[in-house]
Structures are given as structure tokens and as C-alpha cells.
Nanobody, 115 residues
């Protein structure tokens, strides 16, 4: 079993910054992919950014240049640095870990960007 614990959400004004963190623990394989997804009210959950254990990243076009995903592999921790935040970024952000045989989700952290 794997547990994901997120932190770092909150309320910020347009143009502000937040940094999300997610620490994974439990039965984690050496080959895996961690990432962040978000779900706004009335919308489907969407991928924001992912990063593999080897450091390969994939980022949603809408946030490229504003959001940066990184990870401290030794600690199985993933970060999402969010800059130049917009009201459209308001959502619940979920940490995700995928490894062969299973996908795990965190409990979600609310990010609210006021205009």
C-alpha cells in the first residue's frame, strides 16, 4: 500500500505563487511516475504535470512556463511550483503516484486564486 500526503494549498491573489508538496510512503517501486492533477467545480479531473523516477516531465500546455514540477527521488517527494497564478487555476489539486499494477491518489488540497 502507498500513502500520499499533500500540503501547500491555500488562497492567493492573481499573479501570486504557491508551492505544493506531496510525500509518498509505503511500498513504492523504483520505477514509477508521480504527478499532480486538478479538478475544478463542475469539470473533470485533468493532468497538470507528471514526472518519472528518471526525471522525465510532462506538463499541461495551459500551465507551461508558469508551473514547474520537480521531485526529490530519494524522499519520494514531488513538488509543484505554481507562479503567475490565474483564477482559472482554482481547483482541488491531487497528488498521484502510478507504478505497475496500481495508481494512488492523495486526499487533495484546495488552491483558490482570487481576481
Amino acid at each position: 500500500q502507498v500513502q500520499l500526503v499533500e500540503s501547500g494549498g491555500g488562497l492567493v491573489q492573481t499573479g501570486g505563487s504557491l508551492r505544493l508538496s506531496c510525500a509518498a510512503s509505503g511500498s513504492i517501486f523504483s520505477i514509477n511516475r508521480m504527478g499532480w492533477y486538478r479538478q475544478a467545480p463542475g469539470k473533470e479531473r485533468e493532468m497538470v504535470a507528471t514526472i518519472t523516477n528518471s526525471g522525465r516531465t510532462n506538463t499541461l500546455d495551459f500551465v507551461k512556463g508558469r508551473f514547474t514540477i520537480s521531485r526529490a527521488s530519494a524522499k519520494n517527494t514531488v513538488y509543484l511550483q505554481m507562479n503567475s497564478l490565474k483564477p482559472e487555476d482554482t481547483a482541488v489539486y491531487y497528488c498521484n503516484l502510478y507504478q505497475i499494477g496500481a495508481t494512488y491518489w492523495g486526499q487533495g488540497t484546495q488552491v483558490t486564486v482570487s481576481s
